[in-house]
């Protein structure tokens, strides 16, 4: 297909183009393109010609009536209407075309006064930011304005006058966008998204207006659009919020800086005018006459100047003075233009400016007036005495306009500025060092800090100085469609030939800049924007110096400045005291340790602990303040208003200890792998006392006491300054993780470390509500377990300061005392009878505190201690007078008769009575079968207790249908051995089969009726085979209800007991539930019979359905003990039930808990005789356990994904932490750490449109 393209020139610039593709765009089509191509490479096959005015003045009266009627002929139907319109209009003499002189000629060009720009298609400009803002809820469209900016500072790059008529365009459809009108009525925040469109453009025009060519009349314009601009109402503020403002980027010296010292030291403020009258009547006799006899000429400069300058580029504040008396120095509304506008009083005329960015060789003069002596260093080197963000500004106005090596110059002189005051900061800290520490407070040094500052003033400096050793520069400009960028690569480029230290390259000031900025100490701004941006700028510029490779020259550049940073006292974030509102240093303190371990560990761990300050934490009682006018309620969780990144802050604070942790880890495994056996199990713990490192070296011989001493220190900055219970109970998570790898020996230090912070935890949610409480004593009692007998000991004997008593004795020492931990540990009897000995005094200390809840766990711990039984028998007696239940009184009655004492359990269940209440129409109370047990217990008893308990009874119970139950049972006959084989053998007339295994015959055969009817050794058993009969009768009719009762009646006769469990397997596949078969399955088990238990849980599995939401379920315990009891029995048991656990468990953190003590130990520890345990841990890369990996592994990306459909903001936090549980199965396999990069990866863009989400997925998982 042929297009038309017509293209017009003026002065080597395109200054308008036609083409009939039809193609609208801001950009010039491919057919304008290769047009303009061909006449650029190929000259001279297209002919110049004249002007046609010209042309036509040449010709005469003929020539021109036969050029007219050619050209109407060859196009009359589109050019003779208009020619005979024009000719009408020349014949008529009032016609307007004959009131002016000459005819038009469109080849002629414009006049030498015209204005000369390239063209730019000011409506389609237009009409695509409109389009683009009007789909902000899209990805795309953000991208599309981000490359339209990029467009603006190509062309500025170019200095093509188009720059700003383009960002004008832009900015007129910004201010038009409607919804800006919408956020101001409904007093809502813009999105993040559109915040950094409107950052960056004020930031354009920063630079814009910073032209150093720019002529007056285009400065002056921009200007007044600009104020116009900013007087709307619906301008957007400079900080996103209404409050504190920040300080004026003119606050520096002067430009002509060069004219005098005084004239170069004015401050703004008539506060600091004065200051400066008295500080120089104090200072006589002359600066120039005291110069010359007490200081050199760095003193010099450093004593006049710099106390100025701190002034000037950071308002320091007095410690005792209020956020409300802070607000007194704040400005007028600012928006996003302001710092744009204030630029109008900046220029490039100053000679001393000048003279940096023209020359690299400009050096202070041998002979110095008084005036110039400030503006060089000791070295001759050139200073630039600004407020150091609008330097920078300079800086990215130099380079956005084409002007590289002027920007990199003037750059080099901010850094030398930079360093002197670093090093008077330095100095001053020095003098008051004593009085700061004593005092233990500072003040606030920068209200605005250099990190997240709109005009980006390090990020600015660090890319001016990187450009020019970037070796790829080209390439790394592109990006890809798969958004991945190709690394930069970069080399050492000298300093220019003028500079003093030859040694140093851009390349190491750099780096030296950006640790300089991030380590500033600077306050928290206000809004949730501000404090984003903060985190967001600081991010990214540590992403880019992790693409910096450290050679020998950076590695010193890092300790030089890390070293600085450490002794900077109050100026830097990382000095011994920092303000309360300083923001952390966390992130970045993390990147120093990376960089620096390999190198020089001792400083890496002396920085990292030291930033892990949370000073707004650790002082709560200030930061309570509400007299600030301007505190507005988080619109997210936290504890303080002002904070609202205060979470993101602390899992940072998080990722920094965890970092510690791992790398302390690493220094000291030589030592520790070489410990084997059970000793690692016993007599290493710290107890969670808090012991002091010497006490702790006699216990660890076997570490080096730096390495011991190294941990200490980590585990004591933790418990100080992380104030999270959560984020402690994730690090000590971690901390037993890297301590008990799966393929070599443990860790004992790293364990007590991860067992110390679980007591830190225990001892914070004690008296707090947390939904991980229970998860956290499990597994703090996992780890005191992995730690040793002294550890589980330990937290026995202080369970008060730790556990609730119901924690204490349902959780803690049942499982202290059960037979899994006495394997676990390979314990002797001494150590069995330690362990229990505590459990029993927990156990009744526990019930003293608290009967309700623990006297029945007391007298089970205690069954086997006659005293502590009897004592908690007592507890249990005392305190059925009290606020006990009917409900529990009966749960302790039915275990002592269970137990074998019928007259106690009669006793609790009389107490229970009187503590009951049934109505007339309660006749589903849950109560009625406890009332009905107690009945029949009496009756078994003799007359005397039935006629005990009826008062009680009628007293209590007002049903009519359950008294009438009452009165049948206890009239059906009189007690006596006859009439109970009577009513054995006539069971099924009487009763139903539930009825007569679970009441009737264990009645009759209970210890309690063989005392009471006084049975000699032919009537117990007549009455036990009678009961034996009842059961197996009552087994074959309901097997559901009545196998596992019919097994116990049946467990003394070989027979009778095999015959029972044939009808329990016979109905295993009929209608038997999963939880009556994993009930009989346990009672298998606990008899003594694990392969019975097995086939029957085996059963159990494969009618059990567990979706991927069921995570609930109450058959989760019942299939994490199936999968325990085959992997104790061995490999092949274990690989026949995992393909039944792949098919029936779809639920992924279920999956995981049975696959992670899988692979821990080795199976066959149940000690079935003739076979032997291997030893040998199992392997997750092969059978059984890869299918039930792979089984878990997909089950976490089907339900992630299933979560992720419907899932709300407030579930986020919840949805992280099921990702982390997902990573760490995703690591079990060798190559697990690339599947879980992929599945990220694969969720980022799946899910791009949740921003939120993927920017807490990015945080915590890179």
């Not at 330097?391 to 990199?408: F, T």
């Not at 892990?612 to 600030?628: G, I, W």
């Not at 390495?707 to 418990?719: F, K, M, N, P, Y």
Request: a negative charge; charged letters at 20%; hydrophobic letters at 40%.
């Amino acid at each position: 297909m042929t297009y038309k393209v017509a293209i017009s020139f003026d002065r080597c610039k395109i200054t308008s183009v036609t083409c009939g593709c039809g193609n609208k765009d801001i950009f010039y089509c491919a057919h304008v393109v290769a047009l303009s191509l061909y006449r650029i490479r190929k000259p001279d096959q297209v002919k110049l010609r004249l002007p046609i005015s010209e042309t036509l003045f040449q010709m005469n009266r003929d020539q021109l009536q036969k050029f007219i009627q050619y050209l109407i002929t060859a196009h009359h139907t589109e050019v003779l209407p208009t020619a005979q319109k024009l000719a009408d209009e020349i014949l008529s003499s009032n016609s307007e075309i004959n009131q002016v002189n000459g005819a038009p000629d469109p080849t002629a060009g414009a006049s030498i006064d015209d204005e000369n720009c390239w063209h730019l298609d000011e409506e389609q400009v237009k009409e695509q930011v409109k389009l683009f803002l009007s789909q902000g809820g899209y990805y795309g469209s953000g991208k599309q304005l981000n490359s339209m900016f990029a467009k603006v500072r190509e062309m500025l790059r170019m200095r093509d006058s188009n720059g700003a008529r383009m960002l004008t365009l832009i900015t007129e459809q910004f201010m038009a966008d409607p919804r800006l009108t919408l956020w101001r009525q409904q007093g809502t925040s813009m999105t993040d998204k559109c915040r950094q469109l409107w950052d960056e453009l004020g930031a354009l025009w920063v630079c814009i207006i910073l032209n150093p060519h720019c002529k007056l009349e285009e400065k002056s314009c921009w200007l007044q659009q600009l104020q116009k601009w900013s007087d709307l109402d619906v301008c957007p503020l400079e900080d996103g919020n209404y409050g504190h403002e920040l300080p004026n980027i003119t606050n520096a010296l002067p430009q002509n800086v060069s004219h005098s010292a005084d004239k170069a030291s004015k401050v703004s403020t008539e506060e600091e005018k004065e200051e400066e009258e008295d500080k120089n009547s104090e200072e006589e006799p002359s600066d120039s006459d005291r110069n010359k006899d007490e200081y050199s000429d760095e003193d010099d400069l450093l004593n006049n100047t710099n106390s100025k300058l701190l002034k000037l580029t950071s308002s320091s504040i007095d410690p005792g003075l209020s956020i409300k008396q802070m607000d007194s120095l704040s400005r007028p509304r600012r928006t996003v233009f302001t710092r744009a506008i204030e630029g109008r009083e900046l220029h490039w005329q100053d000679s001393h400016l000048q003279r940096i960015i023209s020359s690299d060789i400009y050096t202070a003069p041998a002979c110095q007036r008084e005036s110039e002596r400030l503006l060089f260093n000791s070295h001759g080197q050139p200073l630039w005495l600004e407020h150091v963000p609008t330097a920078c500004a300079r800086v990215d106005a130099l380079r956005s306009h084409g002007y590289p090596k002027e920007a990199l110059r003037l750059t080099v002189a901010i850094i030398n500025t930079l360093r002197l005051q670093q090093r008077r900061q330095l100095e001053i800290y020095k003098h008051q060092k004593k009085e700061l520490l004593q005092r233990g407070t500072t003040t606030i040094t920068n209200l605005e800090g250099w990190v997240g500052h709109p005009l980006d003033p390090i990020g600015c400096l660090f890319l001016t100085l990187t450009e020019a050793c970037r070796l790829n520069d080209d390439g790394y400009m592109e990006v890809s469609d798969m958004n991945e960028s190709r690394l930069p690569v970069y080399q050492h480029v000298p300093v220019a030939a003028g500079y003093t230290n030859s040694s140093e390259s851009y390349l190491s000031l750099a780096l030296e800049v950006a640790l300089m900025g991030m380590g500033q100490q600077r306050v928290m701004p206000e809004g949730l924007y501000a404090q984003d941006k903060v985190c967001r700028n600081e991010e990214h510029l540590l992403s880019h110096l992790q693409e910096l490779q450290l050679d020998d020259e950076l590695v010193q550049t890092l300790q030089k400045q890390c070293v600085l940073l450490l002794e900077g006292g109050p100026f830097s974030g990382l000095g011994e005291i920092i303000h309360r509102e300083s923001v952390p240093m966390h992130t970045f303190a993390k990147y120093l340790f990376s960089a620096l371990l390999p190198h020089d560990p001792d400083l890496s761990y002396k920085l990292a602990l030291r930033a892990m300050r949370l000073p707004v934490l650790e002082n709560s009682a200030s930061a309570a303040d509400t007299s600030h006018p301007h505190h507005m309620v988080s619109v997210v969780p936290s504890r303080y208003p002002r904070w609202f990144t205060l979470g993101h802050l602390e899992s940072q604070q998080c990722e920094l200890a965890s970092t510690m942790l791992t790398a302390a880890k690493g220094l000291e495994t030589c030592t520790a792998t070489g410990l084997q056996g059970d000793d690692t199990k016993q007599g290493h713990s710290l107890e969670g006392l808090g012991r002091p490192p010497e006490e702790i070296q006699k216990d660890l011989p076997f570490l080096g006491k730096g390495d011991t001493h190294r941990l200490r220190t980590i585990l004591e900055a933790i418990q100080k300054h992380i104030h999270s219970s959560s984020l402690i109970f994730k690090l000590a998570q971690d901390a037993f993780k890297i301590a008990t790898p799966t393929d070599c020996s443990t860790d004992s230090t790293l364990l007590n470390v991860a067992l110390e912070l679980g007591l830190q935890v225990m001892r914070m949610t004690l008296s707090t509500l947390n939904w991980r409480r229970r998860e956290m004593v499990r597994w703090l009692v996992t780890c005191a377990t992995e730690v040793g007998v002294r550890a589980l000991v330990s937290i026995l004997q202080s369970w008060y300061t730790l556990f609730t008593p119901t924690e204490a004795t349902s959780i803690v020492a049942a499982t202290a005392v059960s037979h899994t931990t006495i394997l676990r540990l390979s314990l002797d009897y001494p150590q069995r009878e330690e362990l229990a000995s505590c459990a029993r005094t927990l156990a009744l200390q526990c019930a003293m505190k608290d009967p309700q809840s623990c006297a029945l766990s007391a007298l089970t711990l205690c069954e086997k201690d006659h005293i502590a039984f009897e004592a908690a028998y007592q507890i249990a007696i005392d305190a059925a007078a009290g606020g006990m239940t009917h409900s529990q009184l009966f749960t302790i009655a039915r275990y002592m008769e269970l137990r074998g004492y019928p007259l106690r359990a009669f006793k609790l269940a009389s107490l229970a009575m009187s503590h009951l209440n049934l109505a007339y129409n309660q006749d589903t109370h849950p109560a009625i079968n406890d009332v009905l047990w107690a009945c029949a217990l009496s009756h078994s008893l003799g007359k005397n207790e039935l006629a005990a308990l009826i008062p009680l009874v009628v007293k209590s119970v007002h049903c009519a249908t359950v008294l009438s139950d009452i009165l049948r049972r206890c009239t059906v006959t009189a007690p006596g051995v006859r009439a109970l084989v009577s009513i054995l053998q006539s069971w099924y007339t009487l009763f139903t089969p539930t009825e007569a295994t679970s009441i009737v015959a264990a009645t009759a055969v209970s210890h309690t009726t063989i005392l009471r009817l006084s049975l000699d050794y032919p009537q117990r058993e007549e009455l036990a085979s009678c009961a034996r009969t009842l059961a197996l009768q009552c087994a074959m009719k309901d097997p559901q209800s009545c196998a596992l009762s019919a097994l116990t009646l049946c467990e003394k006769d070989h027979i009778a007991f095999e015959a029972a469990y044939q009808i329990a397997i016979d109905a295993a596949a009929g209608g038997m539930t999963h939880s009556q078969l994993f009930t009989i399955a346990r009672y298998m088990e606990l008899r003594g019979y694990p392969l019975r238990a097995f086939k029957l849980a085996s059963l159990a599995m494969s009618h059990l359905n567990l979706a991927y939401n069921q995570d609930t379920h109450p058959a989760i315990n019942d299939v994490l003990w199936a999968c325990a009891l085959s992997h104790s029995l061995g490999k092949n048991e274990l690989a026949a039930l995992i393909p039944l656990v792949v098919k029936s468990v779809h639920c992924a953190t279920v999956l995981s808990d049975i696959l992670r003590p899988l692979h821990r130990t080795a199976p066959g520890l149940a000690g079935i005789p003739g076979r032997r345990s291997s030893g040998k841990l199992m392997s997750t890369d092969k059978a059984p356990l890869r299918q039930l990996l792979d089984a878990t592994i997909n089950a976490y990306i089907n339900t992630t994904h299933s979560r992720l459909t419907h899932i709300s903001p407030r579930h986020y936090g919840e949805f992280i932490e099921f990702l982390s549980k997902a990573r760490e199965t995703f690591l079990l396999p060798q190559d697990g750490h690339l599947q879980f990069a992929q599945f990220i990866d694969n969720l980022k863009q799946i899910y791009k449109g949740k921003k939120k989400l993927m920017l807490l997925v990015r945080e915590r998982f890179g």
